[in-house]
Every structure is written in C-alpha cells, then in structure tokens.
C-alpha cells in the first residue's frame, strides 16, 4: 500500500491522506454491498423495466394491427365495406337480439361439445 521508496515513516498530513483516502474507498464499498443487498430496489428496477418491455410490445402490437386493419381496408371493395357498415349500424340498433343470438350460439356449441364427450 505505501509506494514509498525510502523508509523513513509517513509524516502526519500523508497518514491524514491515506485516511482520507481509506474512508473514501470504504464508503464506496459499502454503498456498493448496500445495493446488492437492496433486494426491493433490485426488485423494483427488473419489475420497471419488465413495464418497460411490455409496454413497448403492446405500442408495437398496437401499430401492427393498425397497418393491418389499414390494408384490409384498402384492399376491400367498396361494396362490401357498404354492406358491413350497414350490417354494424344495423347490429347497433338491436344490440339485444344480437346479444341472444350470440349467447345462442355459445350455448349450443358447448351442448355439442358436451355430447361428443
């Protein structure tokens, strides 16, 4: 640890700097050990950047079916586009029996699911 080249004993400023110098380095390695052993901060930063992550996939999903939904759309005719629009006005209006006929035909599907078994 001393450098020295003589052998002569250090003076008190240069024993002062090597406390100095000791602390320094003693307080970075318990800040470091303090942080390996923060196991909510670890915890919480993996959890922030799985959000991250997440979060990113959803905004590409997002973009990904948008350029779909755009392509498909170009690429219908015209007349079917009508005719789906009207059939959605017309499925909005009569919400209710657009409701039972669906759960109609979930109920069937699973009565014939059931009777394969």
Do not use: I, W
């Not at 959605?88 to 009569?94: K, V």
């Amino acid at each position: 640890m001393n450098d020295r080249r003589d052998n002569r004993a250090p003076g008190p400023d240069e024993l002062r700097e090597q406390v100095r110098s000791t602390r320094e380095e003693l307080g970075r390695s318990v800040e470091a050990l303090a942080e390996r052993a923060d196991v909510k901060a670890q915890a919480r930063q993996r959890a922030d950047a799985t959000r991250e992550r997440a979060v990113g996939a959803a905004h590409d999903a997002q973009e990904t079916a948008a350029r779909a939904l755009r392509t498909a759309y170009e690429r219908t005719p015209e007349p079917v586009r009508e005719k789906a629009a009207h059939a959605a006005s017309a499925a909005r209006g009569n919400g209710g029996l657009v409701l039972a006929a669906a759960a109609a035909l979930a109920v069937a599907f699973l009565l014939g699911r059931g009777c394969r078994r």
